[in-house]
DNA sequence: GCCTTACGAACGATCGTTCGTTAGGATGGG
DNA sequence: CCCATCCTAACGAACGATCGTTCGTAAGGC
């Protein structure tokens, strides 16, 4: 019963697992074919050119950022809790959405130019969120003063994007956990507050 | 003048380039000739597979960052002393040696089996250099006991291997201040102290 | 006269892709 | 209700290109 008939949005799926795992350089269409229980040949039924692939998959990840960005600046709330927001939205899109967002974090540079820079511009306009946050508290006066927005902004979202290189749902950190465990570091940091 | 017969050591280190900057899959053996104004078939006087170079160019990398690690806690100080030295060791290999480094971070997923433990290993051992630095501070008093070591190790980790991506020499920052800026944000974080 | 470095042709394998064809379910007219 | 039709998904052979690699050979400095 699972060996019905395959539709463009199971290739594009398979595609996002395979491009994550070994790269886009890394998969051949065979193995995609392979993995679907097809031959190679068969997916040019469903797409034009593998190419086709990565651009639907990476572009498919930038979307569920940018949406995801865009509902926590929706919310209501204070600076830290739109910040929370964007800590949660970026957490959900990686953990339900690991294959697209992985390949999007690192194989978006084997797309070609008008591709490539479209998705460089949803990363920018994503990441300019997370700066335009930072300067509103700091001008409001939930966040330091003496901090560079622009760095603070790459710093966090540094610890974002590795996410889903280390955290495991099985662990000792549930979700929740995770993103406060995320928020409190960025934060307050680990030295003792006491301390010169 | 330029050249002159190329060596085994030139070879890796234009291996080196083109993995960072392509990939292990993206490079052919075709391209790396041609960067060195070679044959591909030149290469193999010096190397006996693709394979060997990716190794050397990935052990060169671990190899640095494990020293790198050593330095650092054999320095005379306190845990701050240390985990700024940490900081700036880690900072000081990814950007004084970005295409090794890069491959090591990116690409150690295309070794085989014998030399990808072997690497995995080596990150583990680097990887605890920080946990423990995180802990010993915890139980002395210079950072919060409140905060699991092995969290925030992943976190300033994660902080540290992504500098290559965005930290550019040319910037408002010198690499003194981009130590700086990432020690600062790991210790206090982001908050106003006086806020809840 | 040897040893290192490089060449260039060639190997079989695999790459992305095209092509003609086919099985079978959906569709619609009589 | 049946049959002709169409469409989608898939096959398998084949294309030229490129892959990593081998081999026999040549050039040139210690």
């Known amino acids: 019963m699972t060996d019905t008939r395959n539709t463009r949005a199971d290739v594009v799926e398979a595609a996002g697992r395979l491009f994550a795992a070994r790269g886009y350089h890394g998969t051949s269409m065979r193995d995609l074919g392979r993995e679907l229980g097809l031959q190679g040949s068969s997916l040019y039924s469903h797409i034009r050119s593998k190419e086709d692939l990565l651009v639907d998959v990476v572009q498919r990840a930038a979307d569920l950022f940018v949406s995801s960005a865009e509902r926590a600046t929706a919310l209501a709330g204070d600076e830290r809790a739109v910040l ?13 959405h690991v294959d697209e967002a992985r390949t999007f974090l690192n194989e978006a540079r084997s797309l070609d130019d008008p591709h490539r820079e479209r998705v460089l511009a949803a990363r920018d306009s994503y990441e300019h969120t997370f700066r335009a946050v930072l300067t509103a508290g700091a001008a409001s006066g939930a966040f330091r003063r003496d901090l560079d927005p622009i760095v603070t902004g790459i710093l966090l979202l540094s610890i974002l994007n590795s996410v889903d290189r280390w955290y495991r749902p099985a662990g000792r950190l549930d979700r929740t956990q995770l993103v406060d465990a995320i928020l409190e570091f960025t934060l307050r940091g680990i030295a003792l507050p006491e301390h010169g």
Chains 1, 2 share one sequence.
Do not use: E, Q, S, Y
């Open 84 to 96: 929370r927001a964007l800590i949660a939205g970026h957490v959900d899109v990686l953990l339900d």
